[in-house]
Protein backbone atom coordinates (compact mmCIF):
# COMPACT_ATOMS: atom_id res chain seq x y z
CA UNK A 1 0.00 0.00 0.00
CA UNK A 2 1.13 3.43 -0.77
CA UNK A 3 2.71 5.31 2.02
CA UNK A 4 1.11 9.16 2.71
CA UNK A 5 4.60 10.16 2.10
CA UNK A 6 4.52 8.95 -1.18
CA UNK A 7 0.72 10.34 -2.20
CA UNK A 8 1.97 13.48 -1.24
CA UNK A 9 5.27 13.70 -3.12
CA UNK A 10 3.79 11.87 -6.01
CA UNK A 11 6.29 8.65 -5.80
CA UNK A 12 5.10 5.41 -6.21
CA UNK A 13 5.74 2.34 -4.45
CA UNK A 14 8.90 2.29 -6.47
CA UNK A 15 10.30 5.17 -6.32
CA UNK A 16 8.80 6.32 -9.53
CA UNK A 17 7.65 10.27 -9.78
CA UNK A 18 4.00 10.73 -11.24
CA UNK A 19 3.89 13.88 -13.58
CA UNK A 20 1.43 16.46 -12.12
CA UNK A 21 -0.07 18.67 -15.37
CA UNK A 22 0.91 22.28 -14.95
CA UNK A 23 -1.31 24.25 -12.55
CA UNK A 24 -2.43 27.63 -13.16
CA UNK A 25 -1.18 30.24 -11.01
CA UNK A 26 -3.18 33.44 -9.56
CA UNK A 27 -2.10 36.37 -7.64
CA UNK A 28 -3.34 39.93 -6.87
CA UNK A 29 -2.54 42.93 -4.55
CA UNK A 30 -6.17 43.83 -4.29
CA UNK A 31 -5.91 42.88 -1.01
CA UNK A 32 -2.50 44.20 -0.13
CA UNK A 33 -1.44 47.18 1.72
CA UNK A 34 -1.55 50.48 -0.60
CA UNK A 35 2.43 50.96 0.16
CA UNK A 36 3.09 47.10 -0.09
CA UNK A 37 1.49 46.97 -4.01
CA UNK A 38 4.49 47.82 -5.97
CA UNK A 39 6.81 45.93 -4.62
CA UNK A 40 4.61 43.12 -4.45
CA UNK A 41 4.21 43.24 -8.21
CA UNK A 42 7.63 43.64 -8.91
CA UNK A 43 8.18 40.45 -6.90
CA UNK A 44 5.28 38.48 -9.14
CA UNK A 45 6.76 39.21 -12.40
CA UNK A 46 10.27 38.87 -11.38
CA UNK A 47 9.12 35.28 -10.69
CA UNK A 48 6.77 34.82 -13.05
CA UNK A 49 7.52 36.33 -16.21
CA UNK A 50 10.45 39.23 -16.33
CA UNK A 51 12.43 41.06 -13.78
CA UNK A 52 10.47 44.64 -14.34
CA UNK A 53 10.63 48.14 -12.28
CA UNK A 54 7.01 49.13 -11.41
CA UNK A 55 5.57 52.82 -11.01
CA UNK A 56 2.09 54.46 -10.89
CA UNK A 57 0.56 57.57 -10.01
CA UNK A 58 -2.99 56.10 -8.96
CA UNK A 59 -3.91 57.17 -5.65
CA UNK A 60 -4.77 53.06 -4.77
CA UNK A 61 -1.05 52.38 -6.28
CA UNK A 62 -1.03 49.34 -8.39
CA UNK A 63 -3.87 46.96 -7.75
CA UNK A 64 -3.80 44.50 -10.59
CA UNK A 65 -4.15 40.63 -10.95
CA UNK A 66 -1.68 37.84 -12.85
CA UNK A 67 -3.12 34.73 -13.84
CA UNK A 68 0.07 32.27 -14.98
CA UNK A 69 0.63 29.07 -16.77
CA UNK A 70 4.47 27.54 -17.37
CA UNK A 71 4.08 24.74 -19.85
CA UNK A 72 7.00 23.04 -21.29
CA UNK A 73 7.70 25.68 -24.18
CA UNK A 74 5.57 28.58 -23.79
CA UNK A 75 4.58 30.53 -20.88
CA UNK A 76 0.77 32.04 -21.05
CA UNK A 77 -0.33 34.76 -18.33
CA UNK A 78 -3.08 37.40 -18.47
CA UNK A 79 -3.05 40.72 -16.85
CA UNK A 80 -5.58 43.02 -15.88
CA UNK A 81 -5.71 46.06 -13.55
CA UNK A 82 -5.41 50.45 -13.37
CA UNK A 83 -2.97 52.34 -14.58
CA UNK A 84 0.72 51.91 -14.12
CA UNK A 85 4.02 51.48 -15.89
CA UNK A 86 6.24 49.06 -15.88
CA UNK A 87 9.86 49.48 -17.46
CA UNK A 88 12.68 46.84 -17.99
CA UNK A 89 16.31 49.03 -17.54
CA UNK A 90 19.57 47.41 -18.80
CA UNK A 91 19.88 46.85 -15.19
CA UNK A 92 16.45 44.40 -14.69
CA UNK A 93 18.52 42.94 -18.02
CA UNK A 94 21.98 42.58 -15.96
CA UNK A 95 20.86 40.96 -13.26
CA UNK A 96 18.02 39.03 -14.71
CA UNK A 97 18.44 38.08 -18.27
CA UNK A 98 15.18 36.57 -19.50
CA UNK A 99 16.31 35.16 -23.15
CA UNK A 100 13.17 35.57 -24.18
CA UNK A 101 10.50 37.07 -26.62
CA UNK A 102 6.88 38.26 -25.72
CA UNK A 103 4.01 38.52 -27.77
CA UNK A 104 1.26 40.89 -25.80
CA UNK A 105 -1.99 41.30 -26.64
CA UNK A 106 -4.11 44.35 -25.37
CA UNK A 107 -7.85 43.48 -24.82
CA UNK A 108 -8.78 46.44 -22.87
CA UNK A 109 -7.24 49.74 -22.35
CA UNK A 110 -4.54 52.32 -24.26
CA UNK A 111 -1.23 51.99 -23.77
CA UNK A 112 2.70 53.82 -25.30
CA UNK A 113 5.99 51.61 -25.73
CA UNK A 114 9.03 53.15 -25.61
CA UNK A 115 12.12 51.56 -26.84
CA UNK A 116 15.49 52.14 -28.12
CA UNK A 117 14.48 53.12 -31.57
CA UNK A 118 10.49 55.21 -30.91
CA UNK A 119 7.56 55.08 -29.34
CA UNK A 120 4.57 53.18 -30.44
CA UNK A 121 0.78 53.46 -29.38
CA UNK A 122 -1.78 50.70 -28.58
CA UNK A 123 -5.08 50.43 -28.11
CA UNK A 124 -7.43 47.62 -27.37
CA UNK A 125 -7.03 44.39 -29.89
CA UNK A 126 -3.41 45.75 -31.26
CA UNK A 127 -0.30 43.62 -30.07
CA UNK A 128 2.66 44.08 -29.76
CA UNK A 129 5.98 42.10 -30.20
CA UNK A 130 9.31 42.15 -28.69
CA UNK A 131 12.39 41.45 -26.98
CA UNK A 132 12.32 41.08 -23.55
CA UNK A 133 16.32 41.43 -23.26
CA UNK A 134 16.02 44.71 -24.71
CA UNK A 135 15.30 47.86 -22.74
CA UNK A 136 11.51 49.21 -22.95
CA UNK A 137 8.83 51.13 -20.88
CA UNK A 138 5.53 49.88 -21.28
CA UNK A 139 2.68 52.63 -19.87
CA UNK A 140 -0.83 52.22 -19.55
CA UNK A 141 -2.66 55.11 -18.92
CA UNK A 142 -6.27 53.83 -18.52
CA UNK A 143 -7.50 50.36 -17.01
CA UNK A 144 -6.15 47.49 -18.60
CA UNK A 145 -6.40 44.11 -19.64
CA UNK A 146 -3.44 41.60 -21.39
CA UNK A 147 -2.94 38.09 -22.66
CA UNK A 148 0.87 37.34 -22.78
CA UNK A 149 2.44 34.80 -24.93
CA UNK A 150 6.06 34.22 -23.74
CA UNK A 151 8.60 31.48 -25.28
CA UNK A 152 12.27 31.29 -25.12
CA UNK A 153 14.45 32.54 -27.64
CA UNK A 154 15.24 28.86 -28.83
CA UNK A 155 11.78 28.07 -29.61
CA UNK A 156 11.18 31.42 -31.15
CA UNK A 157 14.18 30.84 -33.11
CA UNK A 158 12.87 27.19 -34.20
CA UNK A 159 9.64 28.42 -35.24
CA UNK A 160 10.75 31.76 -36.91
CA UNK A 161 14.31 31.05 -38.30
CA UNK A 162 15.57 34.01 -36.07
CA UNK A 163 16.77 34.54 -32.59
CA UNK A 164 14.61 38.15 -32.12
CA UNK A 165 11.89 40.12 -33.56
CA UNK A 166 14.40 42.91 -33.81
CA UNK A 167 12.55 46.06 -33.34
CA UNK A 168 9.45 46.05 -31.60
CA UNK A 169 6.56 44.98 -34.02
CA UNK A 170 3.54 46.07 -33.32
CA UNK A 171 0.11 44.36 -35.01
CA UNK A 172 -2.95 46.60 -35.29
CA UNK A 173 -6.24 45.60 -35.02
CA UNK A 174 -8.93 46.82 -36.91
CA UNK A 175 -11.71 44.83 -36.07
CA UNK A 176 -12.24 42.49 -39.45
CA UNK A 177 -10.14 40.10 -41.56
CA UNK A 178 -8.14 37.02 -41.43
CA UNK A 179 -5.57 38.45 -39.21
CA UNK A 180 -8.23 39.21 -36.58
CA UNK A 181 -9.56 36.43 -36.46
CA UNK A 182 -6.68 34.61 -35.63
CA UNK A 183 -5.88 37.08 -33.03
CA UNK A 184 -9.12 36.12 -31.51
CA UNK A 185 -8.45 32.49 -31.82
CA UNK A 186 -4.88 32.90 -30.14
CA UNK A 187 -6.86 34.94 -27.31
CA UNK A 188 -9.49 32.31 -26.71
CA UNK A 189 -6.59 29.56 -26.58
CA UNK A 190 -4.37 31.49 -23.99
CA UNK A 191 -7.69 33.09 -22.25
CA UNK A 192 -9.30 29.40 -21.64
CA UNK A 193 -6.44 27.85 -21.18
CA UNK A 194 -6.22 30.15 -17.87
CA UNK A 195 -9.32 29.60 -17.06
CA UNK A 196 -9.76 26.24 -17.24
CA UNK A 197 -9.80 23.72 -14.35
CA UNK A 198 -8.71 21.03 -16.75
CA UNK A 199 -5.15 19.95 -17.33
CA UNK A 200 -3.95 21.69 -20.83
CA UNK A 201 -4.37 19.34 -24.03
CA UNK A 202 -1.44 17.77 -24.99
CA UNK A 203 -1.61 19.86 -28.80
CA UNK A 204 -2.15 23.18 -27.12
CA UNK A 205 1.81 24.94 -27.58
CA UNK A 206 1.49 23.39 -31.04
CA UNK A 207 -1.83 25.12 -31.89
CA UNK A 208 -0.54 28.46 -29.79
CA UNK A 209 2.62 28.58 -32.00
CA UNK A 210 0.80 27.73 -35.29
CA UNK A 211 -1.35 30.93 -34.59
CA UNK A 212 1.51 32.94 -33.51
CA UNK A 213 2.86 32.18 -37.08
CA UNK A 214 0.03 32.75 -38.77
CA UNK A 215 -0.03 36.42 -36.91
CA UNK A 216 3.83 37.39 -37.82
CA UNK A 217 3.94 35.62 -41.40
CA UNK A 218 6.33 32.88 -40.02
CA UNK A 219 6.81 29.86 -42.66
CA UNK A 220 8.10 27.67 -39.82
CA UNK A 221 5.92 25.10 -39.77
CA UNK A 222 2.37 23.51 -41.52
CA UNK A 223 -0.95 25.98 -40.15
CA UNK A 224 -3.44 23.87 -40.88
CA UNK A 225 -4.50 23.42 -36.80
CA UNK A 226 -4.17 27.20 -36.36
CA UNK A 227 -6.57 27.64 -39.75
CA UNK A 228 -8.86 24.61 -38.22
CA UNK A 229 -8.93 26.47 -34.46
CA UNK A 230 -9.46 30.14 -36.36
CA UNK A 231 -12.49 28.44 -38.66
CA UNK A 232 -14.23 26.86 -35.50
CA UNK A 233 -14.28 29.73 -33.74
CA UNK A 234 -15.57 31.90 -36.16
CA UNK A 235 -18.17 28.95 -37.03
CA UNK A 236 -19.05 29.38 -32.74
CA UNK A 237 -19.79 33.05 -33.48
CA UNK A 238 -21.91 33.28 -36.41
CA UNK A 239 -23.74 29.85 -36.51
CA UNK A 240 -27.35 31.81 -35.96
CA UNK A 241 -26.62 33.52 -39.32
CA UNK A 242 -28.42 31.85 -42.07
CA UNK A 243 -26.25 32.71 -44.58
CA UNK A 244 -22.82 31.53 -42.99
CA UNK A 245 -21.23 29.51 -45.89
CA UNK A 246 -17.71 27.81 -46.30
CA UNK A 247 -17.03 30.67 -48.66
CA UNK A 248 -17.43 33.23 -46.33
CA UNK A 249 -15.67 31.31 -43.25
CA UNK A 250 -12.87 30.92 -45.83
CA UNK A 251 -12.85 34.42 -46.13
CA UNK A 252 -12.84 35.06 -42.70
CA UNK A 253 -9.54 33.15 -41.22
CA UNK A 254 -7.82 33.84 -44.85
CA UNK A 255 -7.44 30.63 -46.90
CA UNK A 256 -9.37 29.23 -50.00
CA UNK A 257 -12.37 27.15 -49.86
CA UNK A 258 -10.56 23.98 -51.25
CA UNK A 259 -7.78 24.93 -48.77
CA UNK A 260 -10.64 25.09 -46.02
CA UNK A 261 -12.16 21.99 -46.66
CA UNK A 262 -8.69 19.94 -46.49
CA UNK A 263 -8.16 21.52 -43.18
CA UNK A 264 -11.49 20.10 -42.08
CA UNK A 265 -11.15 16.89 -43.66
CA UNK A 266 -7.87 15.89 -42.16
CA UNK A 267 -9.67 15.63 -38.66
CA UNK A 268 -12.25 13.11 -40.33
CA UNK A 269 -14.75 16.08 -40.91
CA UNK A 270 -16.27 18.71 -43.11
CA UNK A 271 -17.42 22.54 -42.85
CA UNK A 272 -20.54 21.63 -43.51
CA UNK A 273 -20.73 19.12 -40.71
CA UNK A 274 -19.47 21.18 -38.05
CA UNK A 275 -21.79 24.08 -39.01
CA UNK A 276 -24.68 21.55 -38.58
CA UNK A 277 -23.43 19.81 -35.33
CA UNK A 278 -22.86 23.31 -33.87
CA UNK A 279 -26.40 24.90 -34.73
CA UNK A 280 -27.40 21.61 -33.60
CA UNK A 281 -25.86 20.96 -29.97
CA UNK A 282 -26.70 24.79 -29.33
CA UNK A 283 -30.35 24.32 -29.85
CA UNK A 284 -30.11 21.55 -27.55
CA UNK A 285 -28.74 23.55 -25.30
CA UNK A 286 -31.42 25.97 -25.64
CA UNK A 287 -34.53 23.29 -25.36
CA UNK A 288 -33.11 21.33 -22.08
CA UNK A 289 -32.05 24.76 -20.34
CA UNK A 290 -35.46 27.21 -21.32
CA UNK A 291 -37.36 27.99 -18.44
CA UNK A 292 -40.59 28.56 -20.37
CA UNK A 293 -43.01 25.99 -21.09
CA UNK A 294 -44.20 27.44 -24.70
CA UNK A 295 -41.03 28.10 -26.23
CA UNK A 296 -41.51 27.26 -29.95
CA UNK A 297 -39.48 24.79 -31.53
CA UNK A 298 -39.27 26.77 -34.57
CA UNK A 299 -38.34 29.85 -32.71
CA UNK A 300 -35.01 28.10 -31.66
CA UNK A 301 -34.63 26.69 -35.25
CA UNK A 302 -34.53 30.16 -36.55
CA UNK A 303 -32.21 31.50 -33.38
CA UNK A 304 -29.49 29.07 -34.61
CA UNK A 305 -29.19 29.70 -38.45
CA UNK A 306 -32.26 27.41 -39.37
CA UNK A 307 -34.10 28.82 -42.51
CA UNK A 308 -36.42 25.68 -42.34
CA UNK A 309 -38.05 24.41 -39.01
CA UNK A 310 -38.95 21.04 -40.84
CA UNK A 311 -35.14 20.66 -42.02
CA UNK A 312 -34.63 21.35 -38.35
CA UNK A 313 -36.62 18.50 -37.16
CA UNK A 314 -35.28 16.26 -38.96
CA UNK A 315 -31.63 17.13 -38.72
CA UNK A 316 -32.28 17.06 -34.87
CA UNK A 317 -33.73 13.57 -34.70
CA UNK A 318 -31.20 12.35 -37.00
CA UNK A 319 -28.28 14.01 -34.37
CA UNK A 320 -30.08 13.03 -31.23
CA UNK A 321 -32.58 9.92 -31.66
CA UNK A 322 -35.55 12.00 -30.27
CA UNK A 323 -37.57 14.72 -31.28
CA UNK A 324 -36.71 19.22 -30.41
CA UNK A 325 -40.26 18.82 -28.92
CA UNK A 326 -38.88 15.56 -26.62
CA UNK A 327 -35.79 17.29 -25.89
CA UNK A 328 -38.16 20.60 -24.46
CA UNK A 329 -40.16 18.09 -22.36
CA UNK A 330 -36.91 16.31 -21.07
CA UNK A 331 -35.69 19.38 -19.75
CA UNK A 332 -38.57 20.77 -18.10
CA UNK A 333 -39.22 17.65 -16.59
CA UNK A 334 -35.87 17.50 -14.57
CA UNK A 335 -36.09 21.18 -13.34
CA UNK A 336 -37.72 21.50 -9.96
Not at 165 to 182: F, I, N
Request: aromatic share 8%; net charge positive.
Amino acid sequence: MMSKLAIESGASETGAKTRTPPAVSVFSTRKAPVSHRVGLWEERNEQSLIGLNVSTLAKDSVVSTMYNLSLSRLRFTEIYGNDHIIERAASNIKQLPADSVLFCLLLEGNAFYYHQDGFETLGSGDAILYDADRPFMYGFHTPMRQLILEMPRDVFRENTGSSSPGRPRVLRGSGSGAADEHVRTLARVIQGTLRSKAAPEPLLEDEALDLFGLLIGSNAGPPGQAYLLAAKGFIGRNFHRPDLTTSSIARAVGISDRHLARVFAAEESSVARFVMDTRLERAYRLLTETTSGHVQVRDIAASVGFVSAAHFSRAFRNKFGFTAREARDRGRARRP
